[in-house]
């Protein structure tokens, strides 16, 4: 009986040893190999003048404070389609979305959904948000105005009918702020007949 015990315990304990010295092993050779990888990395080129052996010159420096600066100023220019800088571009987005009826034989037909955003420049107005029920109403005259005008009677998704809707949209807008609207985003434009 105990012979029967015995050469299961044994197995145990040989695994148990192989296992601890297995990652005893493993954790000297990655020791190993980040302290080798890391001296490697460490090595620098001998410089030409004993003086400055491991030191950067003054000339190093003023050429790696140049690059930063010339990245940093790549990015600072930045610039949209309209020429104005980016870190300087809101967004002013309309609390509720446009509902226009369309008419047809003085019945409505179908009613169409608009999703608006304002892109403003730095030199519009600091009180533009106020501005919301002004906007609102120049945009809604002149969406009503292109319904009655057989606007949304043809295909919405066409580049014309996309293009005529924010070029009115924007003269409706520019109405009501004079300077500073950029651009009226059309987010969402739906149709649902009735």
């Known amino acids: 009986m105990i012979?029967?015990?015995?050469?299961?315990?044994?197995?145990?304990?040989?695994?148990?040893?192989?296992?601890?010295?297995?990652?005893?092993?493993?954790g000297n050779s990655l020791s190993d190999s980040a302290e080798n990888s890391s001296s490697s990395t460490s090595k620098k080129k001998p410089s030409?003048?004993?003086?400055?052996?491991?030191?950067?010159?003054?000339?190093?420096?003023?050429?790696?404070?140049?690059?930063k600066k010339n990245k940093k100023d790549k990015y600072d220019e930045a610039k949209d389609e309209y020429g104005t800088s980016l870190d300087k571009i809101t967004y002013m987005k309309f609390k509720r979305q446009f509902v226009v009826p369309?008419?047809?034989?003085?019945?409505i037909e179908s009613l169409v959904l608009l999703n608006l955003n304002l892109e403003l420049g730095a030199e519009a107005p600091g009180n533009a948000y106020t501005l919301e029920p002004k906007l609102r109403d120049s945009i809604m005259r002149e969406l009503l105005t292109l319904s009655h005008g057989g606007a949304f009677s043809h295909d919405l998704t066409s580049a014309e009918t996309y293009d005529k809707l924010q070029t009115s949209?924007?003269?409706?807008?520019e109405r009501v702020i004079t300077e500073g609207v950029k651009s009226v985003l059309i987010l969402d434009l739906s149709r649902q007949d009735q």
């Open 169 to 173: 949209l924007l003269a409706a807008s």
């Open 102 to 107: 369309v008419m047809n034989g003085g019945k």
């Open 48 to 67: 030409k003048d004993k003086k400055d052996a491991g030191h950067d010159t003054k000339k190093d420096k003023k050429k790696k404070k140049s690059k």
């Open 3 to 26: 012979k029967s015990m015995l050469f299961p315990i044994v197995l145990i304990i040989v695994v148990i040893v192989g296992g601890v010295s297995a990652d005893f092993l493993r």
